[in-house]
Structure formats: structure tokens, C-alpha cells
């Protein structure tokens, strides 16, 4: 697009309603564009402000979203502004790009549409990082994300009496959620050691209204009577062959093997990006050591390596839901500003800062809660890293000894790690782990899974829609 | 000054695809000593991600000398490469869609009587009771009980390896750079790591080996092509054969875990070295796909690839020795067909850099029957004597 675009010429389109997604379609709306937005979800909001179906509405925000409450009126009262001055297309999943276009299946009707864009703004967001434990694909084990849009999205909970466990941030909010919720939460098992916590705490102090939430969580937990166990090592979850479920887990606490009943699990290692659709764009991605992952690459603004592709939020390195509203509003501006519109330079310049200043944070964070670097080391043979092709922590070491796989898409083709319905992204950053200490070499050395479409499965008989009409 | 590696020996390779892996290990097995380079890893271009259909039938007579050679490495597999690469007999049946398609079926077995590909034509009653799972355009086909399929991604990986093992120098991640001919030796660089000298070399290149040809003074009309592929997530066991369609569009086949893999259209070039399916392609053979075998319509797609391979006009490989210069001998351009002859094109490629001749007719596949040769591209490469 040259500077001579008009505002009616340009047909810039946002993937993501989420805290970046609409704060970026609020922001282009405001100087006279007409976004699409597009998301999977049949309602705005993304993870964190994720709402529940309309008759399924009962629970105030309050409830639902605790002390984010204000902040997901917000961001779900901003989306609802835009009504009639965006095109939005929920339950909406994008499955490719090419071209200029993106291909948009819309789950209920499972019709399938093309979506032309001049720019594009790329807001998808996150899912759990799973470093698999034996035991895990027995029912009643979760994500603590997925643990999450159960109680937020459908109103339940996982079991009756749950432990969370594995490391990050997320790990004491869903406790403490769910534990308000009237849930028994068993205890609380943290990977991390509190001499991490401690050692994080300046840095984490640069956001101290954040730190002190954190803080408050742990503590409530504590008040109410929940076990709370820092540097554990997760062994198995127990289970009962017979009924096929959880029935307690194992751990090792430092000096010993303990164990506890409970009928479900939630657990996870932080977030990690939603990144397939920037790699089908051709974004060039790089190694991020903070997030420990290969990441399409972004400036400041949010622009990418391809011209007229944005990207804001989550999707491109795990920030948070605050940076992310920044973020979009950024990327908004920016791609305003690469289509010869005036835009507000000094707000731009602040949003720039904010971000920025937020990074101390994230570092304390990762310090706080790092992702066990001896899960590799310790994962037993049989242990299942990727469910989809059934393909075990000993296949992958045996991949990589006899076959000399030394880089992951190496180690896909030999293995099927990464080869089934979620293209790798729940088991990849496991078999990454896996792949680096095994040969000796960073994670960053490894390599990444390349993505294909579609980005999720899609139906065989897609309906296909009139083109272009979106 | 510089500390690169000069490394002398028999047969140099360029391209560690199917095709320059088994020639590597057919030139150990004849006990030349063989330097392999490859820029990436090998096997991980169109010899990896292809369909994995490994079949004689509906081959032009031309090649089908070649083929029933392949069809014999296949069948020692294990033998050779330490692994099955979940090879199988499973049978290709070739579908017949109008009576027209089942008479050209037919023209082609009569054709190829010589050859001893074992085709039984199946009528359209037959057909119904024996895969009631097929759609009901099928009127009948063409069997080949003795063709197959495999698993490319293991399958030509394991050619480089096993050549390895029989002491072939395998170099992945060594891109050519430079190659030279002083009339006796060639050169072979690739940046400042690695040169080879040897009296031989292959161009086993893929679909770039019309780069290296050219610096011999050879041009071809080679360009590239993108097969399209797709698989779906995996669903309860129905088909044993691999199927494909009188006239071309769509071709599959069922794992062992289930998913069903097809291919059918042509994808894109995102540059020249990598490709990606088209969205067209996609929901063409999609709609294909359940006219053929209508119990896939609930299932969904989980994946799709493509990759880039050489085409020549003819759509017959290049395979054989090069009409410029002495000592080098192509082989490429396989077209989309390359996998199941791969291995035989291999040995013979290895039968050339010994004997200078083979002893499976290649005739067909000689570069002359291009234009003729014009001035060699490289300077490096002018010493070259035209023969
Ligand atoms: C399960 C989960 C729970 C979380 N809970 C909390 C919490 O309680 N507190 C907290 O501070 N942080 C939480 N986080 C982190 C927080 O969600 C993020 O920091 C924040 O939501 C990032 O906003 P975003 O706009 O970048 O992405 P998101 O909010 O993740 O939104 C991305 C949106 O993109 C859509 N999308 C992605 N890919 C596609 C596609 N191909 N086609 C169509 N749509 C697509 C998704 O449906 C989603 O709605 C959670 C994260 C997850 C994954
Ligand atoms: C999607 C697809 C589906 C197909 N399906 C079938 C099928 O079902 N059945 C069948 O028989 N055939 C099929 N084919 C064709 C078959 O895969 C090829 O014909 C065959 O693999 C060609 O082998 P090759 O060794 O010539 O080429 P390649 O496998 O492409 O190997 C050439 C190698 O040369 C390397 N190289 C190139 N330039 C240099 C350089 N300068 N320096 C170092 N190395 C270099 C490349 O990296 C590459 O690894 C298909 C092909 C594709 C793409």
C-alpha cells in the first residue's frame, strides 16, 4: 500500500479478539477504518477475558475474572463499541494464507470463505507449554489453561478434589480460582524453587500492583489451608487402570517420593505462542532466549519482515494481557501510519515505553518460574511426549541416536513427533527438550517445527463460501 | 592460509536425494571410494516428502527397464538399508472411471506384456463386491499386486545412511558452490569447508541440477513442479492398495496408523528451494478425494505439503552421461515419478562411473535429445572438453 491510499481502500483485517485483537480494531476504527475481525472463539475476549456462551451467563465478571474484572469490562465493553463498525466473524478459524488472502473456515456451518486483506494484524495468542509427565493422558488430567476455560467458560470444574502443578504464573491464579470457586484444591506443586521467587523478586518488583496479586494469591492460598510444595519434581500421575482416571500423583519433594489423592490434574509450564499462521505469512522468526522458543520476529511497532503484516500480543513472545492491549493499539498505529495516515507519534512513543518497561518484569518472571531444565534428563523412556502419533520419550532418544537426527524437522520425519492433529503444538517445545539434551546442543540449536496448513484439522467436505464477500 | 578440507577420491556426488544416495551406495558395494555432498540434509528434499507411491505400473515403456530394476532393490530392502521403511507389497490399483480409461488399462497391459508386471484387470462387479468402500465412479481398473508403498521420510534418509555405513563420506549441510573440470579431475567446493577431487562426478541434484549442468556449458529446459499433498487424521483401517486414477488428478493411500495419504494438483514455489499446496489444489482434491472413497467425508484434514522437483518437457529423467565433459554423468529431472526408480537410477548411475556404461537401457534418457549444447555458464568450468 503506497501513501495514496484512501481509508476505503484499505481492508486491513485483525486475527485474534483478544485483549490485543480489540484493542488494535478499537484503534483503527477510531480513525476511520473498517477492520475485520476474526476469530476463532464465538465470543471477544481471547484467553485471559475469554466470556462464556450467552445462556451460559450466570456468573458476574467478578466472579469470573476476579481482579481482572475491571480490565475484562473493558476490553468486552470496547469489542461491544465497535458493533456495526467492524466486520467480525466469530467461531472463525484462519487455516491458511496465501496470496493476500486468508482462508477462514466457520466451524458451525463448516464453510469455508476467502478473506482479502491489505494488512493484517496477527493477534493469536497462546496455549499452555505441556512438559509431559507418565500418567498424563489419563482422563482427567488438564492444561491449567484448559482447567481455566472450563471453570470461566463453561462454569465447571475439572474434579472435585485437583491438583495444579508445573510452573509459572498461571499455576496459583487457576489454584486460587478455583479454590474460590469451592473446588478442594489437594496442593499446589511448583516446580520452581523459592530460592527462584527470591532471586526474582526485584525485577518482578518493577510491576509492583502484578507482583502484589501474585503475592496475594500464594498467600490466600496458604490462609485457606492449601498445601503449597515449591521445588518438586512431578513423577507420575497414579491411576486406576480399570475406571481409566486419575486417582493421585507422585512426586519427588527434594529428598523424597510423596504422593497424594485427587481426581484430576491441572498442570503446564507457562505459555507459548500461537505462531503457525505468522510462519505461513513467511515472517521470519528467531530464537527469543527469554521465552526459550523461536519466535516471529517483531519490532517495536509490531511490524514484521513481510510489509503490511503485523504482530501484537502473545502470538509473538508471551508478555501478558496488559501489554498485549498495548501492543495492539501499537501495531494499529503503526500500520495506520504505513498507510499515510496521521497518527498520534507521542502515543505511540508511550505505548513503545510501556511495553518496554514490562520486559524487566517478564524476566523476572521467567526467573521466577524457569521451565525445569532437567525435565529432559529425567523423562523416563516410555513416557508418551506426543499423544497424537503416540510417539514416546524413548522413540525420540532412539530417533536421534541410531538415526542422527540432530534438528527437529529431522527429528519429525523420523520419529512422527509433531505429525498429528496438533502439528506439534502441544508436544514440540517437550520434544525440543528432548532433541537439545540429547545431542548436546541449545534449544535455540535444535530448530523449530515449520508449520504447514491447515493450522488446525479441517473438515474433508468443506462447504466452500462465494469468494471474497467477507 | 585457508584451512579447507581437500579430500580426494574416486566418484563425487552432488545431491543427497534417493537418487545420489543409492548411487553412493552402490559405488561402496563395487568398492569405488565415494564423496557425497548435500546442502541440506539428506533426503529431506522431494526423495523425503513425496507420496511414497512405489509403482511400475502405468510407467512409459521407457522406463519401465528401470523400474523392474528398482522393483528388485525394493524387494531386499531390509537387507540393504537395516530397515523396511515400512516398504509394503500392498498392491496399486489404477482406476478406471469410463469405459474409454478401462480400454487404455487394457492397451497398457497388452503394452507392457513383457515386462512382467502381473496386471489383472478388475471388472466394475468385482470391484463392488470386493472395496465396497470405493465411490461409485469406479467402473473398474488395473491391478498390480507387486507394486507399493513406502514411507519416504525413512526410506531415503536411509540410503544415505547406509551408504555411510559402507564407507560413502556423506557431507549434510555442505552446499555446492563451485564445480570445475580440468580435463582430467573434477573440483567440487562448497564454501570454504570442503573441496573434492575425483576423476567422477554425479549431478544428483533434484530439480537445481539444471545449475550444475549449465556449468558444463549443458542447458536444459528443466524446470520445477509442486506436487500437492495432504493427509488426514487417522481413521479405522479400509484399503490396502494404493490407489490411483486412469488420467491422473488424484492418487492415496492408508498408513498403518490409519491416515490416509493423497496427492493430486500442483502447489506453489515460495522460492526456489521450498513449496507449499495451493488452496485450490486443496478443495479440488478434497472433492476428489470423497467421490473416490466416500468414507473419508467425515474425516478431516490434519496436514498438507508439497516440494519441488525437476520436470523436463518430455517428462523423462536426464540419466546419463554428460555430452560436454568426460567423467561427469547426470542424473534428474525424475518428474514426480522418481521415488520407486530412484534406487535403480542409483545403480546405474554407479555402473557409469565405472564401466561408463549400463547395463539397463538408459537410451531414452539421454541429454541429446535437447538442443544442442551452448558456452559453458562458469568460467570455471571453461576448460571443459566437449566430446
Ligand atoms: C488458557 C489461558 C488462560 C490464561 N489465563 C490468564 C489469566 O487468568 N490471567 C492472566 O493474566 N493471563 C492469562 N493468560 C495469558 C493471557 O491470556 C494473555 O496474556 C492475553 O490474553 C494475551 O492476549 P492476546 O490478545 O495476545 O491473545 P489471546 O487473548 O490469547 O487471544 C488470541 C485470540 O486469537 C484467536 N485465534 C488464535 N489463532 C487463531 C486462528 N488461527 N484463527 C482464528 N482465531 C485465532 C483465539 O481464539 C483467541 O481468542 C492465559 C492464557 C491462556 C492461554
Ligand atoms: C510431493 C511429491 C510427491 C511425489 N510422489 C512420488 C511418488 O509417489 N512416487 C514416485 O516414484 N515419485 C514421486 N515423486 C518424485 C520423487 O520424489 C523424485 O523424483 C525423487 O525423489 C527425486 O530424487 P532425487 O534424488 O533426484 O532428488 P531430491 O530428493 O530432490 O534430491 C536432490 C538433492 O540435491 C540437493 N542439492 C541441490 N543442489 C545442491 C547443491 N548445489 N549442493 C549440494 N546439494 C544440492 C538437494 O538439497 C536435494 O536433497 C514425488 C515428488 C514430490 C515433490
Not at chain 1, 517478564?362 to 521451565?371: D, V, W
Not at chain 2, 507392457?112 to 473398474?140: H, K, M, N, T
Not at chain 2, 534406487?343 to 537410451?363: H, K, M, N, Q, W
Request: include cysteine.
Amino acid at each position: 500500500m503506497t501513501t495514496t491510499t484512501t481509508a476505503n481502500e484499505l481492508r486491513p483485517v485483525i486475527v485474534g479478539a483478544g485483549p490485543a485483537g480489540v484493542r488494535a480494531a478499537q484503534t483503527l476504527v477510531a480513525h476511520g477504518l473498517r477492520p475485520v475481525v476474526i476469530d476463532e472463539a464465538p465470543r471477544a475476549g481471547g484467553q485471559i477475558y475469554r466470556r462464556p456462551p450467552t445462556d451460559l451467563a450466570q456468573r458476574t465478571a467478578r466472579t469470573l475474572y476476579g481482579f481482572e474484572s475491571k480490565r475484562a469490562d473493558a476490553v468486552h465493553e470496547a469489542f461491544d463499541a465497535l458493533q456495526g463498525r467492524i466486520d467480525h466473524h466469530p467461531d472463525s478459524l484462519v487455516w491458511n494464507a496465501q496470496g493476500q488472502q486468508l482462508d477462514v473456515l466457520h466451524n458451525p456451518t463448516r464453510s469455508t470463505r476467502r478473506v482479502p486483506y491489505s494488512h493484517l494484524i496477527v493477534a493469536t495468542g497462546a496455549t499452555d507449554r505441556v512438559l509431559p509427565v507418565p500418567g498424563w493422558t489419563l482422563p482427567g488430567v488438564y492444561t491449567l489453561g484448559g482447567a481455566q476455560v472450563a471453570l470461566k467458560f463453561q462454569g465447571c470444574a475439572i474434579g472435585q478434589r485437583v491438583v495444579f502443578m508445573g510452573t509459572g504464573p498461571l499455576l496459583y491464579l487457576v489454584a486460587y480460582q478455583y479454590a474460590k470457586a469451592g473446588v478442594a484444591v489437594a496442593a499446589v506443586l511448583d516446580t520452581a524453587r523459592l530460592a527462584d521467587q527470591l532471586a526474582a523478586t526485584p525485577a518482578m518488583l518493577t510491576q509492583p500492583a502484578v507482583f502484589a496479586k501474585g503475592v496475594y494469591y500464594v498467600g490466600w492460598l496458604r490462609a485457606h489451608g492449601v498445601a503449597l510444595h515449591s521445588g518438586v519434581r512431578p513423577l507420575r500421575v497414579l491411576g486406576d487402570e480399570q475406571q481409566g482416571r486419575v486417582t493421585g500423583v507422585a512426586w519427588h519433594d527434594g529428598h523424597e517420593e510423596r504422593t497424594l489423592a485427587c481426581d484430576a490434574i491441572g498442570f503446564g509450564y507457562a505459555l507459548r505462542s500461537e505462531t503457525q499462521l505468522a510462519d505461513l505469512l513467511g515472517c521470519r522468526f528467531d530464537y527469543a532466549p527469554m521465552h526459550r522458543a523461536h519466535l516471529p520476529v517483531r519490532n517495536a511497532a509490531g511490524r514484521t519482515s513481510v510489509e503490511g503484516v503485523y504482530l501484537a500480543g502473545d502470538g509473538a513472545g508471551i508478555m501478558g494481557a496488559d501489554a498485549a492491549e498495548w501492543a495492539g493499539e501499537r501495531a494499529a498505529l503503526a500500520l495506520l501510519a504505513d498507510s499515510g495516515m496521521a497518527i498520534d507519534t507521542a502515543r505511540a512513543t508511550a505505548l513503545e515505553h510501556r511495553i518496554d518497561r514490562l520486559t524487566t518484569f517478564r524476566r523476572g518472571l521467567e526467573r521466577a518460574f524457569p521451565l525445569p531444565q532437567d525435565w529432559a534428563a529425567h523423562a523416563p523412556d516410555d513416557l508418551v511426549v506426543c499423544r497424537c502419533e503416540n510417539v514416546t520419550a524413548g522413540t525420540l532418544r532412539q530417533t536421534i541416536a541410531v538415526n542422527g537426527a540432530d534438528e527437529m524437522n529431522r527429528l519429525k520425519a523420523l520419529s512422527r513427533v509433531g505429525m498429528g492433529r496438533c502439528q506439534g503444538r502441544m508436544c514440540g517445545a517437550a520434544a525440543a527438550e528432548i532433541l537439545a539434551h540429547a545431542t548436546g546442543q541449545s534449544v535455540q540449536q535444535v530448530g523449530r517445527l515449520r508449520g504447514q496448513a491447515p493450522i488446525k484439522p479441517i473438515p474433508i467436505r468443506l462447504v466452500p463460501c462465494t469468494e471474497g464477500d467477507a | 592460509m585457508t584451512t579447507i578440507r581437500i579430500l580426494r577420491t574416486d566418484v563425487a556426488i552432488i545431491g543427497g536425494g534417493i537418487v545420489g544416495a543409492s548411487a553412493a551406495l552402490a559405488l561402496r558395494q563395487m568398492g569405488l571410494g565415494v564423496a557425497l555432498l548435500e546442502r541440506d540434509l539428506c533426503g529431506s528434499r522431494s526423495s523425503g516428502v513425496n507420496y511414497g507411491g512405489v509403482r511400475r505400473q502405468g510407467r512409459p515403456m521407457s522406463q519401465l527397464p528401470l523400474a523392474q530394476r528398482a522393483h528388485r532393490i525394493w524387494g531386499r530392502l531390509p537387507e540393504l538399508l537395516g530397515t523396511d521403511g515400512e516398504y509394503i507389497r500392498s498392491g496399486h490399483f489404477k482406476i478406471a472411471r469410463s469405459e474409454s480409461d478401462m480400454a487404455s488399462l487394457e492397451r497398457y497391459r497388452a503394452l507392457s506384456s513383457d515386462f512382467d508386471l502381473g496386471l489383472e484387470l478388475i471388472s466394475a462387479a468385482r470391484l463392488r463386491e470386493q472395496c465396497p468402500w470405493l465411490g461409485s465412479r469406479a467402473v473398474g481398473g488395473s491391478l498390480c499386486l507387486e507394486d507399493g508403498q513406502a514411507n519416504p521420510r525413512l526410506v531415503s534418509p536411509a540410503f544415505a545412511l547406509a551408504a555411510q555405513r559402507a564407507g560413502a563420506q556423506v557431507f549434510e549441510r555442505h552446499k555446492v558452490d563451485e564445480v570445475a573440470h580440468d580435463g582430467a579431475m573434477f573440483m567440487v567446493r562448497s564454501g570454504n569447508a570442503l573441496e573434492v577431487h575425483a576423476p567422477v562426478l554425479l549431478n544428483c541434484a533434484g530439480a537445481w541440477a539444471g545449475a550444475i549442468a549449465e556449468q558444463f556449458g549443458e542447458t536444459l529446459p528443466l524446470r520445477s513442479g509442486h506436487p500437492v499433498m495432504a493427509v488426514t487424521e487417522p481413521v479405522p483401517h479400509f484399503m490396502d492398495w494404493s490407489l490411483g486414477v486412469e488420467g491422473g488428478g488424484i492418487y492415496c493411500r492408508q498408513v498403518a496408523r490409519g491416515n490416509l495419504v493423497l496427492g493430486g494438483g500442483a502447489g506453489i514455489a515460495l522460492d526456489a528451494d521450498r513449496a507449499r499446496v495451493d488452496r485450490d489444489a486443496i478443495a479440488t482434491l478434497a472433492v476428489q478425494a470423497v467421490e473416490l472413497l466416500p468414507a473419508l467425508r467425515h474425516a478431516h484434514f490434519i496436514r498438507t505439503w508439497s516440494g519441488t522437483e525437476g520436470y523436463l518437457p518430455d517428462r523423462e529423467p536426464v540419466l546419463g552421461p554428460s555430452r560436454t565433459t568426460p567423467g561427469l554423468f547426470h542424473g534428474f529431472g525424475f518428474a514426480g515419478a522418481g521415488f520407486q526408480i530412484g534406487p535403480a537410477a542409483g545403480e546405474v548411475l554407479a555402473e557409469l562411473a565405472r564401466d561408463g556404461r549400463s547395463s539397463t537401457p538408459i537410451e531414452a534418457f539421454a541429454i541429446e535429445r535437447f538442443d544442442p549444447v551452448s558456452e559453458p555458464a562458469s568460467t570455471t568450468a571453461s576448460d571443459a572438453l566437449p566430446h
